[in-house]
């Protein structure tokens, strides 16, 4: 089955740096979606890609995708404490829509 | 923002007993999800549902797990006979479109503690 899996799992930065977390997943997708997870809270989607887009920006969040590599990336430029979550990147799996999620990468912004 | 709701936050029960999770969909999505997460692992897929039934599930929605929308706006989640397994936090999720291609919106989840 297909898999999301993200590196690195966890990941400590100072605030003001960027982050980058990648994605790397198995079979063929329609799109693959980012989501941020503050501890024991909800998931909360950040930005959904489609398979025929490569990069995709959203405020501080750029995401690319590399269909050939079976890849993506989330960059979260100037980092910020209020960014210190667990990242999840998700694709598409069956027919009617449900996700596969990877098991995260734990980002810590230090202020 | 429109915000799928899911009560209760918490629950506690007894291992063997019965416990329904609620979920209030954002009210013009078509598809609805259950999920769960055990404490420090993956978020796991486990049915969807559209047009008045399941369309898809997983391996871990067996004959203990059954979902229902009893009216216009809950979605439930029911697990007969809980247990100890079955602690994790659950999370219901709506969509407009299928395949998620305007994304999910995910409720803020119940904690089920099954002792």
């Known amino acids: 089955s297909q898999q999301g899996e993200e590196d690195p799992q966890a990941l400590s930065i100072q605030e003001g740096e960027n982050a980058t977390m990648n994605c790397s997943y198995k079979?063929?997708?329609?799109?693959l979606q980012w989501y941020r997870q503050n501890s024991g809270r909800g998931l909360v989607h950040l930005i959904l890609?489609?398979?025929?887009?490569r990069e995709k920006h959203s405020g501080r969040l750029r995401v690319t995708l590399d269909t050939s590599k079976k890849s993506s990336s989330l960059l979260i430029t100037a980092s910020r404490a209020a960014d210190t979550a667990s990242y999840f990147c998700?694709?598409?799996?069956?027919?009617?829509?449900?996700?596969?999620f990877g098991k995260g990468t734990k980002l810590s912004v230090k202020p | 923002e429109p915000e799928v709701t899911q009560t209760p936050s918490h629950q506690v029960t007894q291992m063997g007993q019965e416990v329904i999770l609620r979920c209030v969909p954002i009210?013009?999505?078509?598809?609805f999800y259950w999920y769960r997460q055990i404490l420090g692992q993956k978020v796991e897929f486990l049915v969807s549902?559209?047009?008045?039934?399941?369309?898809?599930k997983s391996e871990i929605f067996d004959d203990q797990f059954s979902v229902e929308r009893p009216d216009g706006s809950n979605f439930t989640l029911k697990i007969r006979s809980t247990k100890l397994e079955d602690s994790a936090m659950y999370f219901c999720?709506?969509?407009?479109?299928?395949?998620?291609?305007?994304?999910?919106?995910f409720g803020s989840g119940t904690r089920l503690t099954v002792v």
């Open positions: 999720a709506s969509s407009e479109a299928l395949l998620g291609v305007t994304g999910y919106t």
């Open positions: 079979t063929s997708i329609n799109n």
């Open positions: 890609i489609r398979s025929n887009e």
């Open positions: 998700a694709t598409d799996g069956g027919s009617q829509g449900n996700l596969i």
């Open positions: 009210s013009n999505h078509l598809y």
């Open positions: 549902f559209y047009n008045n039934e399941i369309s898809e």
